[in-house]
């Protein structure tokens, strides 16, 4: 896969400074597939509703971890304050908090639903990100995220599972951007 198979064609300046702001996603990602998979031990060694608590307040602390991180890596973590795209970052997070109430309602019905509704979620946000960062392999990352919910509903994956999911595939997929933002920047020096 090159790097035009991945791109939109001719990037718009909003974009570029979202791509080169936050190492195209890729920590962000990252940091919430490690998240997962924290939320997926806390199922393992104590309880699913322990295990939903450590995925929602992991959640609220991606950001400012990926920021963290991303700094630490040379990547700014910012971007201009007037680029309509962080207006919509912003607007598809409160979309998705708002669903986590949705996610946590299920919880009440089964636990394991939880973990597979935000996999669905998280699935539909990333799809938003193909548009803020140019990226169309956040489609596939999104769809990706999509059938597996769909997978493990169908065979009635426990929350241990479900949860192991999607930090694998997160992390996996994070790295992936990552090393297309370095091979990117590399180009580019």
Same mark, same amino acid.
Request: net charge positive; charged share 15%; aromatic share 14%.
């Given at each position: =896969?090159?790097?035009?198979?991945?791109?939109?064609?001719?990037?718009?300046?909003?974009? @570029?400074?979202?791509?080169?702001?936050?190492?195209?996603?890729? #920590?962000?990602?990252?940091?919430?597939? =490690?998240?997962?998979?924290?939320? %997926?031990?806390?199922?393992?060694?104590?309880?699913? /509703? @322990?295990?939903?608590?450590?995925?929602?307040?992991?959640?609220?602390?991606?950001?400012?971890?990926?920021?963290?991180?991303?700094?630490?890596?040379?990547?700014?973590? %910012?971007?201009? @304050?007037?680029?309509?795209?962080?207006?919509?970052?912003?607007?598809?997070?409160?979309?998705?908090?708002?669903?986590? #109430?949705?996610?946590?309602?299920?919880?009440i019905i089964n636990p394991q639903w939880f973990f597979q509704g935000m996999l669905m979620?998280?699935?539909?946000?990333?799809?938003?990100?193909?548009?803020?960062?140019?990226?169309?392999?956040?489609?596939?990352?999104?769809?990706?995220?999509?059938?597996?919910?769909?997978?493990?509903?169908?065979? /009635?994956?426990? %929350?241990?599972?479900?949860?192991?999911?999607?930090?694998?595939?997160?992390?996996?997929?994070?790295?992936?951007?990552?090393?297309?933002?370095?091979?990117?920047? /590399? @180009?580019?020096?």
């Amino acid at each position: =896969m090159t790097d035009k198979d991945l791109n939109f064609g001719n990037m718009p300046d909003a974009q @570029k400074d979202m791509r080169e702001g936050y190492g195209y996603g890729s #920590v962000g990602v990252f940091v919430s597939g =490690m998240v997962w998979v924290l939320s %997926s031990f806390m199922v393992y060694y104590d309880s699913s /509703q @322990k295990g939903i608590w450590a995925l929602i307040i992991g959640g609220m602390l991606i950001f400012p971890a990926a920021a963290l991180i991303g700094k630490l890596i040379g990547i700014k973590a %910012s971007h201009h @304050k007037d680029n309509p795209l962080g207006k919509l970052a912003m607007e598809g997070t409160i979309w998705m908090i708002m669903c986590v #109430v949705l996610a946590y309602g299920l919880s009440i019905i089964n636990p394991q639903w939880f973990f597979q509704g935000m996999l669905m979620i998280i699935g539909g946000r990333y799809l938003t990100f193909a548009s803020i960062y140019g990226l169309r392999l956040y489609w596939i990352f999104g769809a990706v995220l999509a059938i597996a919910a769909y997978v493990l509903f169908r065979i /009635q994956a426990g %929350s241990f599972l479900s949860a192991l999911a999607g930090g694998c595939i997160e992390i996996i997929s994070g790295l992936v951007i990552y090393s297309l933002y370095r091979n990117d920047k /590399q @180009k580019t020096r």
